[in-house]
């Protein structure tokens, strides 16, 4: 039961730091000239990269949907794993990790919203046109899945020690 337990902290932590480097990283859309992130924009301007604001024309209400709900994410697994501490403490023997399985839930149910808004959504008028998806954006589908798979182990887990 400990190394259980232990893995699913370890999992639980990983989610943690992916969820954070995909909130905070900058480059949920790049091309040759350009990355962007939920909260700046880079170019390269005379063989330098320059970083400045999100631009007014990304200011729409589904981008501000979408950075909401990556916070939101980030702070539901911040206080689920708060809640997994007292819980493996407090919690009686036979007891499951229910309020943690439900706040990562949460967080995933949150990330999948941002990433299907962000795809749908995303900027479609030059320079934005051309690209791919970048780092962050992967790590945002996969801090879901890893989010989804925690958060289902959480609920079904009891405490047997």
């Not at 990355?35 to 330098?48: Q, V």
């Not at 499951?96 to 995303?122: D, E, K, N």
């Amino acid at each position: 039961m400990l190394i259980l337990l232990i893995g699913i902290f370890i999992l639980h932590i990983i989610t943690l730091i992916l969820l954070f480097v995909s909130t905070i990283s900058s480059v949920w859309w790049a091309n040759a000239e350009i990355t962007t992130d939920l909260w700046k924009r880079c170019a390269l301007k005379s063989g330098n990269w320059g970083c400045e604001e999100v631009l007014p024309e990304m200011q729409h209400d589904w981008f501000q949907s979408v950075q909401a709900l990556m916070i939101l994410a980030v702070i539901f697994i911040c206080i689920s794993l708060i809640v997994f501490i007292v819980q493996l403490y407090t919690l009686q023997k036979g007891g499951r990790f229910l309020i943690t399985g439900v706040m990562h839930l949460l967080a995933s149910l949150c990330v999948l919203i941002a990433a299907a808004v962000y795809s749908g959504h995303r900027p479609k008028v030059a320079p934005y046109n051309e690209g791919n998806y970048g780092h962050s954006y992967i790590i945002a589908w996969f801090s879901f899945v890893l989010s989804f798979i925690n958060g289902v182990i959480y609920v079904a887990l009891r405490k047997r020690s």
